[in-house]
């Protein structure tokens, strides 16, 4: 049983920054997917990024392309999600998930685990 963790939300202005965390209570292999979802009020659940936790490919919802970067340290079994020029729409609970191979089919909500969430607030 995996569990993630996540950390790193908050409230900020529109254009400023915020550093996502999420980390895994056990060893995760090389191949591990590990992405981020947001959900936002009244709205489905949608991906934002993916990665494997031992790095490589990264995938990315086109309306985060640019601004958001996903990145891993295999090390302490952590993915990273750093979200720069943030807009109100970006507001939304992000949640860590984790399954074996991000494939194509990496946006689509069939992952094995997933953290509690973590609340992302952006301001106009």
């Known amino acids: 049983q995996v569990r993630l963790v996540e950390s790193g939300g908050g409230s900020v202005q529109d254009g400023g920054s915020l550093r996502l965390s999420c980390a895994a209570s056990v060893y995760t292999h090389s191949s591990e997917c590990m992405a981020w979802f947001r959900q936002a009020p009244g709205k489905d659940r949608e991906a934002v990024a993916a990665?494997?936790?031992?790095?490589?490919?990264?995938y990315y919802a086109d309306s985060v392309k640019g601004r958001f970067t996903i990145s891993s340290d295999p090390a302490k079994d952590t993915v990273y999600l750093q979200m720069n020029s943030l807009k109100p729409e970006d507001t939304a609970v992000y949640y860590c998930a984790a399954r074996e191979f991000c494939s194509s089919r990496w946006a689509r909500l069939e992952y094995t685990y997933w953290g509690q969430g973590t609340q992302v607030t952006v301001s106009s």
């Open positions: 990665t494997y936790i031992g790095g490589g490919s990264t």
